[in-house]
């Protein structure tokens, strides 16, 4: 039924019109910017609802321009989604007219009527959106506490684990209601706790303490009776919060990078610069980036060239003997089951932790290599422990990306405790599909 009462598309006659807008339906239906002007039951279980657009509303100015239509080009029939509305399952007819905007500056030239219900472009209600999106939330919710009690109810015991901690957020601050001081009430950090041998995120924790990662190993003794191994970066916060009997693993990748940090403090000491830009020594980058590279992967012209130009000068000799430093940790790492694949001899690594020490005490005189040198002695056990182990924190790394990754896809989370379920469920996918088969050919195997 037409807004004017003409027939329209064929449809039946409504049961029950009003006399132009009724205000009775417009409030039952509840939708900003429209009234309702007949209702009519479908053949179905719908329930057709024909509005109009209210005058009120101001759906003839031009959002382009802001100047109000005078001329109307056609009237046209929308049907966006709605809501139920109780047990009656709605379907909209709205009836809407496109006018023309006589607004000779505006580039605009025709526009149809919209309503804050319904913007523009969109195929439903703005409360059609509100309550599949609270539905969505409540499924998942409800799908992730059954999967995560699942997986920690049958994920096999880990028996190394690496800790890392990415920034989950802002952090907030309240007040202490006995003291009135300002207390931190949520972190900007959450602390990962990952499985390193089957994968998979074992539990997180806000903040970034030795408490926070203690707490997270004694909540999950199901997980974690069997831990043997534990793997992190080389922060000092970390080792202390260790338990007593793990064997502490250094992450190889941060010893190299804390190599290269050494690098780059002695050129900002030395403020080294040469004479000639990378392009006229025949280097494809700035020779401070070329210091980064592994040894192996520079060819012996580019070698030839930059091992020229450092020794030219006394602070080009320094950072010349950084670099000798960082390439015999290099050495000492490569002696990693992952690299070589066979288990090294812990004499050949003795002797290459020694090599290093000899490296370190020839260029004693430069302060970066001391700080370096200093830097292994402190983690001398846990550097050990990573070339005989072959454990390295890299899977960690990998789902803190991850994490990142769906913090961005959400545009960030308000409350600690979802965006930890949201994480905990993308980061265990592999392992709880592997555990779902696992139980399901268990079930389908004859007695």
């Known amino acids: 039924m037409h807004a004017t009462g003409t027939g329209h598309g064929g ?26 002007v007949a209702v009519t039951p479908d053949d179905g279980d719908w329930t057709v609802v024909d509005v109009v657009t209210d005058p009120a509303a101001g759906a003839d100015v031009c959002p382009g321009c802001g100047v109000t239509a005078l001329r109307g080009k056609e009237q046209v029939v929308t049907a966006p989604k709605d809501a139920y509305l109780g047990d009656a399952q709605i379907r909209l007819r709205w009836h809407k007219t496109r006018w023309f905007c006589d607004n000779e500056d505006c580039r605009r030239r025709s526009f149809t009527e919209a309503a804050a219900a319904v913007p523009p472009r969109c195929r439903m209600t703005t409360r059609m959106r509100h309550r599949l999106g609270a539905c969505v939330g409540d499924a998942f919710t409800s799908y992730a506490g059954t999967e995560l009690a699942t997986l920690a109810g ?21 007040t202490d209601p006995g003291t009135g001081e300002q207390l931190k009430t949520r972190s900007e950090w959450f602390t990962h706790l990952v499985d390193l041998d089957h994968g998979g995120t074992i539990d997180l924790a806000e903040g970034r303490t030795a408490a926070v990662e203690t707490g997270l190993i004694e909540r999950n003794p199901g997980r974690l009776h069997q831990l043997r191994y534990l793997a992190m970066d080389c922060p000092d916060t970390y080792r202390s919060g260790a338990p007593e009997g793990v064997i502490v693993v250094a992450d190889p990748f941060h010893l190299v990078k804390i190599a290269n940090r050494k690098i780059d403090e002695a050129f900002r000491r030395l403020a080294y610069r040469t004479r000639t830009g ?21 060819s012996q012209e580019h070698l030839r060239k930059i091992i020229e130009v450092l020794d030219a000068t006394d602070a080009g000799r320094q950072i010349l003997c950084c670099w000798i430093v960082k390439e015999e940790l290099r050495r000492l790492l490569a002696l990693r089951i992952t690299k070589t694949h066979a288990s090294p001899a812990p004499s050949a690594v ?3 932790l020694a090599t290093f020490y000899l490296a370190c005490a020839d260029a004693a005189v430069v302060p970066e290599v001391a700080s370096l040198a200093r830097t292994i002695e402190k983690w001398q056990e846990p550097v050990i422990n990573a070339v005989l182990t072959g454990y390295s924190n890299a899977k960690a790394e990998a789902h803190n990306r991850t994490a990142k990754l769906v913090a961005r896809t959400a545009r ?23 555990i779902r088969c696992c139980r399901s050919q268990t079930v389908a195997r004859p007695p």
Not at 154 to 171: M, Q, S
Request: glycine letters at 10%; charged letters at 20%; hydrophobic letters at 40%.
């Open 11 to 36: 449809q039946p006659a409504p049961v029950a019109a009003c006399a132009g807008a009724c205000p009775a339906g417009t409030a039952l239906l509840g939708l900003d910017g429209v009234r309702v």
């Open 154 to 174: 049958h994920a096999p015991p880990a028996l190394a684990a690496g800790v890392d901690e990415f920034r989950r957020g802002k952090p907030a601050h309240g």
């Open 412 to 434: 960030g989370f308000a409350s600690p405790e979802h965006q930890k379920q949201r994480v905990h469920m993308a980061t265990t996918r592999k392992l709880r599909l592997a």
């Open 278 to 298: 990378h392009a006229g020594l025949g280097l494809p980058r700035p020779l401070h980036h070329m210091l980064r590279y592994n040894v192996e992967d520079v």
């Open 350 to 352: 003795r002797d290459r």
